[in-house]
């Protein structure tokens, strides 16, 4: 059973917007919550996390471009992203943040950034 279920991804073009979704399964209130990416050929990456509490983190290479948040009472995560560069195409996860308490992974969301 699929323990996170992301949508939302798309084709774009540079510069260009998009809002990703996780559904969970679970109860996500009591967790910090993350976006990882995983590009062609590349390890899997956190592009972003969220704690408990709304406090928000993000890798240098989205910092003010992509906006994480969370709804606990829908169990969702989201992650806005705008400002879109070629180097974001990759597959979209979420998950917990603590690499200890990983979940099984969803299927993921693809998003391609292209003229």
């Known amino acids: 059973q699929a323990q996170f279920v992301e949508s939302g991804g798309g084709l774009v073009q540079p510069g260009g917007s998009l809002k990703l979704s996780c559904a969970a399964s679970?109860?996500?209130?009591?967790?910090?919550m993350a976006w990882y990416r995983q590009a062609p050929g590349k390890q899997r990456e956190m592009v972003a996390h969220i704690m408990s509490g709304g406090g928000t983190n993000y890798a240098d290479s989205v910092k003010g471009r992509f906006t994480i948040s969370r709804d606990n009472a829908m169990n969702m995560v989201y992650l806005q992203m705008d400002n879109l560069k070629p180097e974001d195409t990759a597959v979209y996860y979420c998950n917990r943040y603590n690499q200890l308490t990983l979940l099984a992974w969803g299927q993921g969301t693809q998003v391609t950034v292209s003229s």
């Open positions: 679970g109860a996500i209130r009591w967790y910090t």
